[in-house]
């Protein structure tokens, strides 16, 4: 149990379009779900925290503009990079938790890997 | 702010030894997690062991267990028995056990080398 999915796992896009990227919790409902970005040999940066039916709080310096979270269900959130640029290409992860599965535990996506040319 | 801090950046072990990983932190909270992950190359997180900080005991999970000293802010993780398996990168983590406080606060990574 507490499996959580992203899609797509790889994407390679042209500088200036958008990119959509989803996140699932399989098998149980995600009160909320959080996306964290990745450079490489670093560690995971907290982008923004999203709470089913609300607006995401978005860490200090990540431009909400930019990067687009939409919680729309308990069970999916997106993250769409919008105008994308080479300076985007990186590694993002989601999470997920639910008080009725965990008390304390974030469930990890697989990640997705952004390349913007 | 919380903050996590490893300061070993890289660490090597022969297989079937026994190897440490630091990770030292900082808080005003009284109660807390904190949680060993593993990000193999697969890039998957993968939860390896957690503490709750109003627990005394150290946690152990199989060949993993941790040295909790609270007063200290220390968490070190020890992997007995190192497997070929073991070799990731090892991030530290802080979560505030505050009901609006289920964000992680990471550490910098130690990447762990299992030499055969």
């Known amino acids: 149990g507490a499996v959580v999915s992203q899609h797509p796992s790889w994407v390679i896009c042209k500088s200036g379009t958008s990119v959509k990227i989803e996140c699932r919790s399989l098998?149980?409902?995600?009160?909320?779900m959080f996306w964290y970005r990745q450079f490489p040999k670093q560690s995971l940066m907290l982008m923004a925290t999203?709470?089913?039916?609300?607006?995401?709080?978005?860490e200090q310096g990540v431009e909400k503009d930019k990067f687009l979270i939409n919680h729309a269900s308990l069970t999916l959130s997106t993250l769409t990079v919008t105008s994308a640029h080479p300076e985007d290409s990186s590694f993002y992860i989601c999470?997920?938790?639910?008080?009725?599965?965990?008390?304390?535990?974030?469930?990890f996506g697989p990640g997705t890997r952004l390349t913007v040319l | 702010a919380q903050t996590v801090t490893q300061s070993q950046p890289e660490m090597s072990v022969q297989e079937a030894e026994t190897v440490t990983l630091s990770c030292t932190y900082d808080?005003?909270?009284?109660?807390?997690?904190l949680f060993w992950y593993k990000q193999p190359p697969s890039r998957q997180m993968i939860l390896v062991i957690r503490?709750?900080?109003?627990?005394?005991q150290n946690a152990t999970e199989n060949r993993f267990s941790v040295n909790f000293q609270k007063a200290a802010k220390s968490f070190s993780l020890k992997i007995s028995d190192s497997q070929l398996g073991d070799a990731a990168m090892y991030f530290c983590?802080?979560?505030?056990?505050?009901?609006?406080?289920?964000?992680?606060?990471f550490g910098e990574g130690t990447q762990l080398t299992v030499n055969p």
């Open positions: 999470s997920a938790i639910s008080r009725r599965v965990s008390q304390d535990e974030q469930f």
């Open positions: 098998d149980f409902q995600a009160t909320t």
């Open positions: 999203s709470n089913e039916g609300s607006k995401a709080t978005y």
């Open positions: 808080t005003s909270e009284s109660d807390y997690y």
């Open positions: 503490q709750e900080a109003y627990k005394q």
């Open positions: 983590a802080y979560r505030s056990a505050r009901p609006s406080g289920s964000r992680l606060t």
